[in-house]
């Protein structure tokens, strides 16, 4: 995919995002009001508007879509619009669809799982990158507005960069280190 066809795609895409978001504001609005949600769900902490929410996805979805095609383009082998970011945006967009519907039916065990489960998953596959926390911020937004799950969701993505980076070389190391180990004690006990 080359540039200009990945910049009407970005331009498309940010351009659903944003009257997706500002429908359901608009909607909100004049039924019943924009809800506002405390930090943490604590009363004692601040409270964010769900307005904010206009701003920051459009805004995320820009940047994030550039990310995502910096990435792409460092990668001259690479002709067509990889299906790994579909994948990985659609993965994330049903994570946070499923963390809100379980928090929403006041489950508090299933997202506690789902969360841990984020970091065993976060060693095997790239989480941390762009197109999961877009997937994962839109997938909250309907439910938590925009700006909490991209607090939380760029902690996760941290988190997650630093296991798959850091962690997830180390622990092979370690196995392949010890595999050597073991099969060199075997050849010399077989000789």
């Not at 296991?163 to 180390?170: D, E, G, I, T």
């Amino acid at each position: 995919m080359n540039e200009k066809m990945f910049f009407k795609t970005r331009l498309y895409f940010t351009g659903i995002i944003t009257i997706a978001i500002w429908s359901l504001l608009l909607w909100s609005h004049f039924n019943g009001g924009v809800p506002s949600h405390h930090i943490l769900a604590r009363e004692d902490l601040p409270e964010i508007s769900n307005w904010w929410g206009g701003l920051l996805v459009p805004l995320l979805s820009w940047f994030l879509l550039y990310r995502i095609q910096k990435r792409i383009s460092k990668n001259p082998e690479v002709s067509n619009f990889p299906a790994s970011v579909l994948y990985g945006f659609l993965g994330a967009l049903t994570f946070g669809i499923l963390l809100s519907i379980f928090f929403t039916l006041g489950d508090s065990d299933m997202p506690a799982y789902m969360m841990q489960g984020v970091f065993i998953l976060a060693l095997f596959l790239p989480i941390y990158r762009s197109e999961y926390l877009l997937g994962f911020v839109i997938g909250m937004t309907f439910t938590f507005g925009a700006v909490l799950p991209t607090g939380i969701g760029s902690i996760l993505i941290l988190i997650s960069a630093v296991l798959y980076l850091l962690v997830r070389p180390a622990i092979i190391f370690v196995v392949r280190r010890f595999i050597k180990l073991v099969s060199s004690n075997n050849r010399k006990k077989d000789q």
